[in-house]
């Protein structure tokens, strides 16, 4: 089972897309419940600790569910 | 330092502008040096790597070629044939999530993807166009390899799963039409190719396994994601195997299949990551 960090949407919609280094930005996802997880690799939690967003490795690890998939094709 | 790298001045009689000193490359000079490859053995499976793409007459039909060599972000985002640090140039940007290594770079399958910047209407078409990628994990679900789909009255794509539910390889390169061939090992080399508005073609190693007629025109309109699929603006169908080569370009023909195969297998078999 893959483990995440629990934030609250304020925190995912202002985190999403920012750059923790030259080459690796923030990805937020919704599991199951919608609730926003942040999914790092160890490689990431390296680079996170170095930076002003070092508290997020504080938050406790919590199973990720993710939704089901939407349909394919998509409906337009 | 540079492979094989020794004092080459300005005044030299060498006249070929794609061989730098001590007979490198310069295209693949280019990508060791920006992408700090100082592996000896990495640096000799780069060049040939270029220099068997050219000599197949293969690498003029390349818009981003991602060898997935060194061990970190910053040695697997670089652009083979525009090692540029630059969205323009094609350099990957990594969300979260990612595992680099020497062997390649590994998506977790839940929230993780690489933005190619790479927009398929913009820098392909639909009646002309390759994506590829070396897969060394052999897993089964519902995981876009890479792709992008636009959502725009008909849905227009770019896809590329090479193992989904259901034990099949499917492409679509167009605006209808998902052509698959049986497969129950996503490892290997994959291919992807158009050189016409009415076919596709699909390759798993040096195999045709997948020729089949298709009608549409049209392709997605969104950047290319690798590891997910760009779902019309949002990353989905998140895949958790390791990438250790990946393209983006024009069509390629059979034969030309078969020397990209033949580049890409010597590529991974020098860098004992072959599978």
Known sequence: ?76 | MPFFGFGYSASSTITQSSISAGGTDSDAQAFIDAAGITDSTQQSAINTLVTDLKTANIWTKMKAVYPFVGASSTSHKYNLVNPVDSDAAFRLSFSTGWTHSSTGATPNGSSAYADTFLNPTTSLSSSNNHASIYNRTNTAGTFSDLGSYTVSGLTYYFIFRTRQTGDTFLIGNGNSSFPTAVNTDSRGFYLMSKTSASNTSGFKNNSKVINEGVSGTGISNHNVFIGAINANGTAAQYTNREISFASLGNGLTDTEASDFNTAVTTFQTTLSRNV
């Open chain 1, 1 to 76: 089972m893959i483990q995440g960090r629990v934030v609250i949407q304020e925190v995912a919609q202002q985190l999403e897309g920012t750059f923790i280094d030259s080459d690796t930005f923030f990805h937020f996802v919704q599991d199951i419940n919608g609730e926003w997880f942040l999914i790092l690799s160890a490689q990431d939690e390296i680079d996170v600790a170095k930076t002003e967003w070092a508290y997020l490795l504080d938050l406790p690890l919590e199973d990720y569910v993710a939704p089901p998939s939407p349909p394919f094709p998509p409906i337009p």
